[in-house]
């Protein structure tokens, strides 16, 4: 009998706590996530053309998220940017068009209107082998999944007056090359010092921005760009890159993308890169969450 009292007894402190227990609350509300997911194709067919040309078939398929959290002086703002596409040409073979892998994530603590004392990590790399011709296997190779591979950690400020322009100073930024693969572990490829060694370890600065304009109804540019120099080997060679992607949004699903990268590292090449796609096809475009600005008027650049 006495054991029968104590179980009612608890169960009734259970519902008595659970009747006064506080609302938690909803965590899913500070999440704001804007993202395109898109799948480009081109294609061309010739029969008994004078003029000459090769059957082709191409697509490029890729994944754009900003996924930010921001609850009072808490700004935690994440982005992922995934790209692979190959073209086919009859009598040729497959050659790849986009292969890259962008994850980046930084948290800042409000200390000033538009000011946040901010940290963060980012890599950089790709999904699959790259050879001089195009991704041909019997070429000779140049790069693989990470090698090179690029991760950065570093703590800095950033400022971000709006939705549409973030930039981020770190003035203490550690930057680790790494060359996985073992037939590119040579002296010199991607700045490693010996044969053999697998990575590289540089410290310096690193500056990013990202800026989002709208050109016009249904057509959007979104900008980054990037500068790094290390304090520890010739600072004066600054790592530098930018991209661009334009969207011209046909309708709620079809959209034709138009990117351009450039991008000038010393230890991969002695030359200025560069790299223009161009696709239409189906984009679909995920909006989320929160607002994430007071000022409506800079909402609009999608």
Same mark, same amino acid.
């Given at each position: *009998? !006495? !054991?029968?009292? *104590?179980?009612?007894?608890?169960?009734?402190? *259970?519902?008595?706590?659970?009747?006064?227990?506080?609302?938690?609350?909803?965590?899913? !509300?500070?999440?704001?996530? $804007?993202? $395109?997911?898109? &799948?480009m194709l081109n294609q061309a067919a010739f029969s008994n053309w004078v003029g000459g040309g090769?059957?082709?078939?191409?697509?490029?398929?890729?994944?754009?998220?900003n996924m930010t959290y921001e609850k009072s002086k808490d700004l935690w703002e994440n982005n992922i940017i995934l790209g692979y596409g190959q073209n086919h040409t009859e009598g040729i073979g497959s050659r790849k068009t986009q292969d890259i892998i962008n994850i980046n994530s930084n948290y800042g603590r409000?200390?000033?209107?538009?000011?946040?004392?901010?940290?963060?990590?980012? &890599?950089a790399t790709q999904f699959a082998p790259g050879y001089t011709d195009g991704n041909n296997p019997n070429a000779t190779k140049i790069s693989n999944f990470m090698a090179p591979g690029y991760v950065n950690a570093g703590a800095g400020f950033t400022y971000r007056p709006n939705d549409n322009f973030t930039a981020t100073l770190r003035p203490a930024n550690a930057r680790w090359t790494f060359v996985t693969d073992k037939d590119l572990q040579r002296k010199g490829v991607y700045g490693l010092k010996n044969d053999g060694d697998s990575s590289l370890f540089q410290f310096g600065f690193l500056g990013t921005a990202m800026y989002k304009i709208k050109l016009m109804e249904n057509i959007s540019l979104i900008n980054t760009a990037s500068v790094f120099s290390n304090y520890l080997d010739h600072p004066e060679r600054l790592v530098l890159s930018y991209?661009?992607?334009?969207n011209l949004k046909i309708n709620k699903y079809i959209s034709s993308v138009i990117t351009l990268d450039v991008l000038y590292d010393h230890n991969q090449i002695k030359k200025t890169q560069l790299k223009q796609t161009l696709g239409v096809g189906v984009a679909y475009t995920i909006e989320n969450g929160i607002k994430r600005t007071a000022n409506k008027d800079v909402q609009s650049w999608r």
């Open positions: *009998m !006495k !054991k029968i009292n *104590m179980v009612a007894l608890v169960l009734y402190s *259970m519902s008595f706590l659970a009747q006064d227990e506080v609302p938690t609350t909803d965590s899913t !509300k500070y999440w704001s996530v $804007q993202g $395109q997911n898109t &799948l090769a059957n082709n078939i191409g697509w490029i398929a890729g994944t754009n998220y409000k200390i000033s209107p538009n000011w946040f004392a901010s940290a963060g990590v980012g &890599l991209g661009g992607i334009l």
